[in-house]
């Protein structure tokens, strides 16, 4: 049995999502909220939606939930074998996780990455997402609109990004030309396209004056699908990897050319554990969000385990 835990991108942070953890990862949820500026638990049950899904605010959270979930069920560490790869901002919750950086240096590399991230955005940028194309006709449709595809994923699911106007008239398109489902996602940046060159050499630094250790588990990285064993030859990729497109439908396939046929999607939400489970329909593919104690997800690592 070879298990994978995923850490999701920013987009479905939720009121409740350190509830499993409220009480344990101490380490990672001090850290959090020292970069957040306030107790992560207590920011996500009373901060507006709009601050919830602010681009600094929803990164910070999101790598916290990833982190303190794994913190709790792994507090040794999970073993050597397990991969951890992450999607978008949960990707530096996957180095986290693998212990290449400190927990608090993890959220000073997030804090970097959304000041740079933000700093090079326009202030109407965003996302959205189509589900029901097939790439190319999306991606001419996305440069018709004056967008960009972010990210591929399985099932003809994309996500693009450009300014607001632009990803609502590329909805509107899409939806003519027959797309089975496409509108706004709640982010306000355009992630993972040209609209963030800007970002990339302020995060490079940031990441070359931060020491870094070899992972303690298989790390698989986004930009192209291989496991980092020297983090500092990966951290050019990882940088670049807020302009350039995510192909994470390619992610899924090599997990399971890699024998992975159990799958923890650390969250928030289940949206990984959906794609995995229609691109990896042999694995066994949970996510934390659909139990209701942190016992319970121990009961079904053990349960499956090799």
Known sequence: MSLALLCSGQGRQHRAMFDLVADAATPVLAAASATLGSDVRDFVRTASDADLHANRAGQIVCVAGAMAVAEALFPDGAPADTIVAGYSVGEIAAWGIARVWSPADTFAVVDARAVAMDAASGPDDGLGYIRGLPHDDVAALADRCG???????????????????????????????????????PVHVASHTPRLAAAVAPLAQTLAATAMARPTLRLMTATDQSLVSLPAHAAAGLARQVMTTIDWAALLDALAE???????????????AEMASAAMPDARV??????????????WLVRHDR
């Not at 996500?159 to 089975?180: E, M, P, S």
């Not at 159990?262 to 969250?267: K, P, T």
Request: charged share 20%; net charge neutral.
């Open 147 to 185: 967008c960009a595809v972010a990210i591929v994923n399985p099932g003809r699911l994309f996500v693009c990004g450009g300014t607001r106007d632009a990803i609502a008239a590329l909805c509107t398109a899409a939806l003519a030309d027959g797309a089975v489902s496409a509108a706004p996602m």
């Open 258 to 272: 890699r024998g992975v046929d159990q799958v923890l999607d650390l969250g928030p939400g289940s949206a990984l």
């Open 286 to 299: 949970r996510a934390v969000d659909q139990f209701r104690t942190l016992q319970g997800v121990r009961d």
